[in-house]
């Protein structure tokens, strides 16, 4: 058994067979050779052997040409150790007598190997990337065209992956897929945030772990304390399973407060509505309870979709969900592409800092067409119920106001056309850049509504990349200066009247709940799945008690110090709960 610590970022346990995708994505399950079969697939193996071999020979020759013969020696070493007779007899064995497929062989063989030279604490354990090198070249041969997507995976696996985009975990289909862990990956990327929208478990940031394990093994993954188990004994898997069944148990209890409101106990109604990505979620937010939908991002349409959407395809995404949220608030955000978000066709010049660079509004306001185009989609859905449209990412007033007037042409245009919309529909913009913060008493008088993005505030605060695991330990909600950005967003927002949301990650956490309440936030955003827990410590707590924790959270010097007390007054309220 072995037992890797990651970072938890969408919650749920899951145990199933791996499905492993290393960083060329190539899947390597565990399949079994027919008897019949097994001359046809050693002869198979022979090729790609063969073939494996022609390549390095190839890039030996052109390589010495190119660079003198001490390069060349590189592969030289490599089409040594291929033709190494013990290799090869290994293989060998593995497809004719254990009747491996000859794919797994080379994987579970060559990783073995790897390991070998990687528990060396010296200069050799560098070689294990020789072999990595080999096995990819066998692999790449072996598979040839028959490499699979992810998209097409269909029998219940735990993805054990080396990196998976926010548009691959998009598209995964989790009627299979039962969880994920990557060794890439930090708390608040966007893959994580897919993750709890789709409501697998996940596990990021576990670092080089994809050596230790081979396709169709058995996993535990545990999303709640950010654990993936290799080769989990019996006993564990027992008590896995027993958290399983408490788990539903918790759910079901839950369950029971889904018509009741978001109130605290001294009477402050709160309201409670949810994050999605795709349209399919709605459903989810209702199943749950909540007030409506308060982030609806829209850029997922272009991440889950091979061509560009088309007007017609923005409007049916957000009719569908209009309509199902029946007359409740929808607040559609527009395209936050860019950054993790990328696409392909949107052709950005690679950058060099893409969370400081052509990102988000920065962008709609660079491709009018594209924005223009949803702009008229969303107008169109505000003739269905309460739509609301929001901008990410605003650090200066001329992005607003450009965003404002862009919308203003639109809905002329529009009108021009006789085509029905809301043109009183609320406009908001999200607070998630410092400068957003400093300006927002003046930024406010020209919006209806704010929501604070903490995952981009902690992310541009703090100077940590929200998906880079080598600083997750810095990316941290608690931080004071990332409490004291929020308390001074929450009290103009209250001065201006103006109304105020949290729809960044930390408004799903019930660590912070109490925190947020006394900070003066009135409405909260969060992941489906987080809904009825927050609900519950909602219904449970009082404004006035939620104000002194607060006030003495703020009082703080450190994020640890904060974090060790939010996690207390939690503990307490919970055991008051159920006292
Ligand atoms: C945020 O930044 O907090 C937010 C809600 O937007 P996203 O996570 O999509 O960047
Ligand atoms: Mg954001």
Known sequence: ?????????????????????????????????????????????????????????????????????????????????????????????????RNWWPEYAVSRTLRRYAKVFQSLDNHISQRAHDIYDIEKSLLRNLLGQRR????????????????????????????????????????????????????????????????????????????????????????????????LEAAQTVAAQLKEIRDLPAETTDGVRIQLTGNIEFPSEAEQCLARGCDG????????????????????????????????????????????????????????????????????IRLSLRQLPMFRTQLRAILRASALGDVRVMFPLISTIVELRQARMVLADVMEDLAEHGIA????????????????????DIFIKEVDFVSIGTNDLIQYTLAVDRGNKDV???????????????????????????????????????????????????????????IPEVKQVCRSVSVAECRLIAEKALAMDGAREVKAYLRDQLRRRLAQAVA
Not at 5 to 28: H, K, M, N, Y
Not at 82 to 93: A, F, I, N, S, V
Not at 162 to 174: K, V
Not at 423 to 439: F, S, Y
């Open 148 to 243: 699979e997507t992810l998209a097409a995976i269909s029998q219940p696996v735990i993805v054990l992956a080396h990196n998976l985009t926010p548009s691959e975990t998009a598209t995964l289909d989790r009627r299979f897929v039962k969880g994920f862990a990557t060794e890439l990956g930090g708390p608040g990327s966007h893959t994580a945030i897919v993750a709890e929208g789709l409501e697998i478990p996940a596990v990021v940031g576990v670092g080089p772990f994809l050596a230790d394990v081979s396709g169709g093994e058995p996993v535990i993954l545990d999303g709640n304390q950010g654990l993936v188990i290799l080769q989990p004994d019996e006993e564990t898997i027992a008590r896995y399973r027993q958290e």
């Open 421 to 440: 919309f809301n043109r009183k529909m609320p406009v908001g913009m999200m607070v998630e850049t410092p400068a957003a913060v400093m300006m927002l």
């Open 472 to 530: 997750a330990d810095l990316y941290n909600a608690c931080d004071p200066a990332v409490l004291r950005l929020l308390r001074r967003s929450l009290d103009v927002a209250r001065e201006a009247g103006v109304p105020a949301n949290v729809c960044g990650q930390m408004s799903g956490s019930v660590m912070f709940t109490q925190l947020l309440l006394g900070l003066g936030l009135r409405q909260l955003s969060v992941p489906p799945s987080a």
């Open 1 to 97: 058994m072995l037992k890797l610590q990651g970072i938890a970022v969408s919650p749920g346990v899951t145990i199933g067979e791996a499905l492993v995708l290393d960083s060329e994505g190539f899947r390597i399950p565990r399949r079994f050779v027919e008897r019949s079969a097994v001359d046809t697939e050693l002869a198979r193996l022979a090729h790609a052997i063969g073939e494996t071999a022609r390549e390095m020979e190839r890039n030996r020759d052109a390589i010495r040409a190119e660079l003198g013969e001490q390069y060349a020696a590189i592969f030289e070493a490599h089409l040594a150790m291929l033709h190494d007779e013990k290799l090869q007899r290994e293989l060998q064995t593995a497809v004719r007598d």
């Open 293 to 360: 939908i308060g982030l609806y991002r829209t850029e997922f349409l272009y991440l889950a979709s091979r061509t560009e959407p088309t007007e017609d395809d923005h409007y049916a995404a957000y009719a569908e969900v209009v309509q199902a949220m029946a007359g409740r608030p929808v607040v559609i955000r527009t395209l936050d592409l860019g950054a993790d978000k990328m696409h392909a066709r949107l052709n950005i010049e690679e950058e060099r800092n893409p969370c400081l660079g052509l990102r988000s």
